[in-house]
């Protein structure tokens, strides 16, 4: 249940009550695709730099080690030992990201499996299956994550089976939900706007999903690239037509001052693979903007990743040192860099959810704005 605590403007603070704990937000989640954040970060080190969420991939999970097997394991939450919220996607960005592997037809989407070959087929009915089996505390929707630009007769027609498939969806999670051997029969269902970067389609579905009455939506399909000034578009002609007492989750976003500029126009929760995936490749966020540790003047650098930054990673270790495993492939230099952004990422969350409080929000985004996304 989201309960809406506070607004400045459009920006909203809440909380989002679930069986798993409650999340304060504006929230990030913290991305471990197959139940871990890629760089050597395990769920136990998600509890120490402030994660709430953590959000795994439903058909990567499928495809291995199955979900069959995370659930005689007891679900994602056993499984991984992470004890807060859980939420699934639905395997629907697969159906964008894995465009030369797959198949859609009314009924659902034939993939084979990147691992294998394997043909596999899922609808939304064996998505919520699936989730069920992982027992996430949120599943997300199976939905068709369209390329942008897209033409406008196909996104027509797409969102359409979108919301045909979110009507399954419900019904299969109802049925799933109300079963004696289901393992967490509290699973929340989470639709997802699509529409491309058609603004007609875009609120139609909206209206059309928020009839529903489901326990959340995201706005999907962004972040694919297209500019970000098209992005802010979409979601602020969106962002009427949504539920003000449900919870609003932007997909796959995204750099801070994206999460930023989205919280200002009234998102609650986000998640994105890039502050893990391009730690991993040296590049750092700090408070003064992102540094590339690659650089050769970090060489002997004894000074911390960001000197204002109080996580573990900067109270300990120098840039020098973090470069010097990162070129020589280490492990540890990615584990370091991982935790430190996604340490910066929760704590940004942090502040903006006190900023809220403290009815200073615009203040924040104002100070931070031109400042922690430019490169150093």
């Not at 389609?201 to 000034?229: C, F, N, S, W």
């Amino acid at each position: 249940m989201y309960k809406l605590l506070k607004t400045e403007k459009q920006a909203r603070r809440g909380e989002f009550q679930t069986v798993h704990g409650t999340v304060q937000t504006p929230a990030f989640m913290n991305v471990a695709t197959c139940g871990a954040i890629k760089g050597g970060v395990s769920a136990y080190d998600l509890q120490q730099i402030k994660c709430q969420v953590q959000l795994c991939n439903t058909y990567h999970l499928h495809v291995r080690p199955g979900d069959q097997v995370v659930a005689q394991m007891g679900g994602l939450h056993r499984f991984t030992g992470f004890n807060g919220p859980i939420l699934t996607d639905s395997g629907g960005f697969q159906v964008f990201s894995l465009a030369s592997l797959r198949t859609i037809q009314e009924e659902g989407v034939w993939f084979s499996s990147h691992v294998d070959g394997r043909k596999i087929f899922m609808g939304p009915e064996q998505s919520m299956q699936i989730q069920s089996n992982l027992a996430s505390t949120i599943a997300m929707a199976f939905d068709e994550c369209m390329k942008n630009p897209a033409e406008y007769a196909y996104a027509k027609e797409s969102c359409a089976r979108t919301a045909r498939w979110l009507g399954r969806c419900k019904a299969e999670m109802q049925r799933l939900n109300a079963l004696e051997s289901t393992i967490n029969p509290q699973q929340l269902l989470f639709g997802i706007n699509q529409g491309a970067t058609y603004i007609d389609l875009r609120v139609e579905h909206m209206k059309t999903i928020a009839e529903m009455q489901l326990d959340g939506y995201a706005i999907g399909g962004l972040a694919v690239g297209e500019p970000p000034e098209v992005m802010y578009e979409v979601i602020e002609a969106v962002q009427p037509f949504m539920p003000v007492d449900k919870i609003r989750y932007l997909m796959g976003v995204g750099t801070p001052m994206n999460i930023l500029e989205a919280v200002r126009r009234g998102v609650d929760l986000f998640d994105c693979v890039m502050p893990s995936r391009n730690a991993r490749h040296g590049q750092i966020f700090t408070w003064n903007g992102v540094i590339n540790l690659n650089n050769a003047k970090y060489v002997t650098d004894s000074a911390p990743l960001d000197e204002s930054c109080d996580c573990e990673v900067c109270r300990r270790y120098s840039k020098g040192y973090i470069r010097h495993l990162l070129k020589s492939g280490e492990m540890l230099g990615m584990r370091l860099c991982v935790l430190h952004n996604l340490y910066f990422y929760n704590t940004l969350m942090e502040r903006i959810r006190q900023a809220l409080d403290e009815d200073r929000f615009e203040a924040l985004y104002m100070r931070l704005k031109g400042v922690i996304d430019r490169r150093i």
